[in-house]
């Protein structure tokens, strides 16, 4: 699998894997997550998954899950739906 760079305490994942999975174009996906429209979290593994981490990233109703290792090389990914969490933002 491809692999994502170690940038600190995180990661930065090419767009091009997000583009992918979202059905966006690289354009698109870094303005989706300068609206805040594309949004991200980065979780640490503990115990038996510590040197793991998991980074979920969230487009409307669709979620992209990697676990990644300490050199950042994907070892799993999956997509998965979401509850769009859109309209909470309009209230």
Known sequence: MTQVERDGAGFVVPAILLAEAFGLT?????????????????????????????????????????????????????RFPVRDRSSDLER
Not at 52 to 70: G, Q, S
Request: a neutral charge; one cysteine or more; aromatic letters at 8%.
């Open 26 to 78: 690289e354009s698109d996906v870094r303005e989706s997550m300068r609206t805040g429209a594309l949004t991200s979290i980065c979780e640490a593994g503990v115990g038996t998954d510590a040197g793991r981490w998991r980074l979920t990233f969230r487009y409307i109703n669709r979620a992209l899950r990697f676990t990644v290792d300490e050199a950042g090389t994907i070892l799993s990914s999956s």
